[in-house]
C-alpha cells in the first residue's frame, strides 16, 4: 500500500494557523449566508417585522448564529444595508460603462440607482444609527467607500473618453449620492415612480461634463494650472 504521507498536504491537518484560516474562512460563509438572508427579508417587512427566527429559518442556520456574528437584528440589519448600498454602487458603475457622452454616463447611473430600493433600504440604517450611534462607524465607512470608488470610477470615464469635468470627481461623486438619496426618499414618500425619480434626478443634477469631441483633450477642473488660465479658463 502506498504510503499516505506522500500525499499529504504540506500542512499538518493539527496546524493551529491551518485551523484558523479554517475558522475564518467558515465564518465569513456564514455570515455572508446571513446576509443573504436576512437582506430581503428586511426589505419586505422591515427591521420590526422581521424576526431573528425567520432569518435563521431563510439561512438554515441558528438563530444564535446571528447573534454570535452579528450581536443585534440591528446591526445585521445596518451591515445589510450598507452591503446593498455597495452592491448596487457596482452595479451603477457597470451599466454607466458603455456610456459615450457625459448625457449618456449620467442617465445611465440615475436610472441604475433609482431602479432599486437599495438606497431607501440605506436611508432607514441612517435613521437607525441616529438612536445607535455604536452602529455609526459602520455608515460611515460605508458611505467614504462609496464617496472614494464612485470618484474613481467618474474619474476614470473622464480620462477614458476626454470629457471635460465641471467639477472634481470626489465632489461630484459626493454631490451624485446626496442627490440621489435626496430624491428617492421624497420620492417613495409622494409615490414617484422609478421614472419619475430618474427624471427629477437629471433635473437636479444637470450638465455633470462636456464632451470635448474629436478636439484635444481637456483636463480635469482639479488638474488645472497656471497655463490653463492662457487658453481662456478661469
Known amino acids: ?19 484558523a484560516r479554517a475558522t475564518r474562512s467558515a465564518g465569513r460563509k456564514m455570515r455572508s449566508l446571513l446576509l443573504d438572508a436576512a437582506s430581503p427579508l428586511f426589505r419586505e417587512r422591515g427591521l420590526s417585522g422581521t424576526a431573528i427566527t425567520d432569518i435563521a429559518a431563510a439561512a438554515d442556520a441558528f438563530p444564535s448564529q446571528i447573534t454570535y456574528y452579528f450581536r443585534t437584528k440591528e446591526a445585521l440589519f445596518v451591515e445589510c444595508a450598507c452591503r446593498d448600498l455597495l452592491y448596487l454602487a457596482r452595479t451603477t458603475e457597470q451599466a454607466a460603462l458603455k456610456a459615450r457622452t457625459p448625457r449618456e454616463y449620467t442617465h445611465a447611473l440615475a436610472e441604475t440607482v433609482t431602479a432599486s430600493d437599495s438606497v431607501a433600504f440605506f436611508a432607514e440604517a441612517l435613521t437607525l444609527t441616529r438612536r445607535r450611534q455604536d452602529l455609526a462607524p459602520l455608515v460611515e465607512r460605508t458611505i ?91
Not at 183 to 212: F, H, W
Request: aromatic share 4%; proline share 4%; net charge negative.
Open 144 to 234: 467614504e467607500r462609496l464617496h472614494s470608488e464612485g470618484a474613481r470610477a467618474y474619474a476614470g470615464q473622464v480620462e477614458r473618453h476626454g470629457w471635460r469635468s465641471l467639477r472634481a470627481p470626489d465632489e461630484s461623486s459626493r454631490r451624485f449620492w446626496a442627490v440621489a438619496i435626496g430624491v428617492i426618499l421624497e420620492g417613495y414618500a409622494m409615490g414617484r415612480s422609478p421614472e419619475e425619480l430618474c427624471a427629477e434626478m437629471l433635473r437636479v443634477l444637470g450638465e455633470q461634463a462636456k464632451s470635448t469631441g474629436d478636439t484635444g483633450r481637456l483636463r480635469l477642473v482639479e488638474e488645472r494650472d497656471a497655463s490653463s488660465n492662457s487658453n481662456g479658463e478661469g
Open 1 to 19: 500500500m502506498a504510503d499516505k504521507s506522500v500525499h499529504a498536504p504540506l500542512e499538518a491537518v493539527g496546524d493551529p494557523k491551518h485551523a
